[in-house]
């Protein structure tokens, strides 16, 4: 195992990582990342270099069940994205040649009958929004009203759910309790979902209680275990585009594996207090600035990502990580995690993390300072 003290690395990265798309001519401003999808900082980490399993690859989208708008701005309406995701199949764009953003009056729902796989594509150019005052998608297998179709809907295979080259802003799950709530930009239980070239910006959930997660995303009951893959995607990566949460301000699950490649994290935070159990007198929460992950046996795999600038008010400023039966494990691999301060607690040793697994953190090629 080698963990790097050397900021060398995270300096390097820092510079090539984050880097913003838009430029300021000095005549006008720099495009706003929160209305412009090809503004702000790029999805993934470009130095990360970890391999994609075949699992994790893009989904092939080019034969549409559903495009949404008839080649201008106006046309992509958040009425016609919430239709397309009710019918399933595969969703692209037609917006016109520009970068356009979509706000969403109403959550976007899957109906669990209409995969068996469920791709959203937005081509780079899609910014779903959810106004500040909506969570922007939703797919729960075990909500009746979105249909049952196993007698198992906590483990099962389908709807198979694949975001890509899209960016979720202002998403908002506050309040939102159907199991558990969270997940501002994205909640799923059941079935499977994956995350490719995406970006995640401004999204909340909850700011205060003990398990409530997910400014960006909440997952639960992934069938058969399988990891959920977040691949060359980027939560927060600029001051003042992190999302946030009681708890895990990018991720959040409860027994979710998740493999996360060559991918940034920054500037997201977990704004609970009291932590978990919570402490007599507090609301709870407060851990996993950037990642927060509960349960018993699952893992978290760490390739090729740049973790920086997080912050959590309790343990973790980058990862949380409890499992509490120690059957979990934790590997970071090719990674750097960075400035990730822990007002409460963490493991020491392990600068901006907190674990509790099957053994300390196995550590390869990384810095972590």
């Given at each position: 195992m080698t963990r790097t003290r050397s900021g060398g690395t995270a300096?390097?990265?820092l510079l090539t990582g984050l880097v913003a798309c838009g430029s300021d001519s000095g005549t006008s401003p720099p495009p706003d990342?929160?209305?412009?999808?090809?503004?702000?900082?790029?999805a993934g980490n470009a130095q990360g270099g970890c391999p994609i399993p075949a699992a994790a690859?893009?989904?092939v989208a080019a034969t549409p069940t559903t495009v949404v708008g008839t080649g201008t701005a106006a046309s992509c309406t958040g009425d016609a994205v919430v239709g397309a995701v009710a019918r399933g199949g595969v969703i692209t764009f037609d917006c016109g040649p520009d970068p356009v953003t979509i706000t969403l009056r109403e959550t976007a729902k899957v109906v669990n009958d209409t995969g068996p796989k469920i791709i959203i594509d937005g081509g780079g150019k899609v910014t779903l929004s959810g106004g500040g005052k909506v969570r922007i998608?939703?797919?729960n297998t075990c909500d009746q009203a979105q249909k049952y179709t196993t007698t198992h809907c906590q483990n099962q295979d389908t709807p198979q759910l694949?975001?890509?080259?899209?960016?979720?802003?202002?998403?908002?799950?506050a309040g939102q309790t159907t199991d558990g709530g969270g997940g501002g930009a994205i909640f799923d239980r059941g079935g499977q979902l994956k995350i490719i070239n995406s970006r995640f910006f401004n999204n909340v959930c909850d700011p205060t209680g003990q398990d409530v997660g997910g400014g960006a995303v909440r997952a639960l009951d992934q069938y058969n275990g399988m990891p959920l893959y977040v691949v060359n995607s980027t939560f927060g990566g600029k001051e003042g585009l992190g999302n946030q949460c009681s708890n895990g301000g990018g991720?959040?699950?409860i027994g979710?594996?998740?493999?996360?490649?060559?991918s940034v994290f920054s500037y997201n935070s977990a704004i609970g207090n009291g932590a978990n159990p919570k402490r007599a007198g507090t609301p709870g929460g407060g851990s996993g600035g950037a990642i927060y992950n509960d349960g018993n046996t699952f893992k978290l795999t760490l390739c090729g990502n740049l973790i920086n600038n997080n912050r959590a008010n309790e343990g973790g400023g980058a990862i949380f990580f409890v499992s509490n039966d120690r059957t979990g494990s934790l590997l970071i691999q090719n990674s750097t995690l960075q400035s990730n301060p822990s007002a409460g607690f963490e493991t020491a040793g392990f600068p901006g993390i907190f674990v509790l697994a099957s053994g300390p953190p196995q550590v390869t090629n990384s810095t972590i300072q």
């Open positions: 300096a390097a990265l990342p929160l209305t412009n999808s090809t503004a702000g900082p790029p690859q893009l989904e998608l939703y797919m694949t975001v890509q080259n899209l960016t979720f802003v202002d998403g908002n799950a991720l959040s699950s979710v594996s998740y493999t996360v490649l060559n």
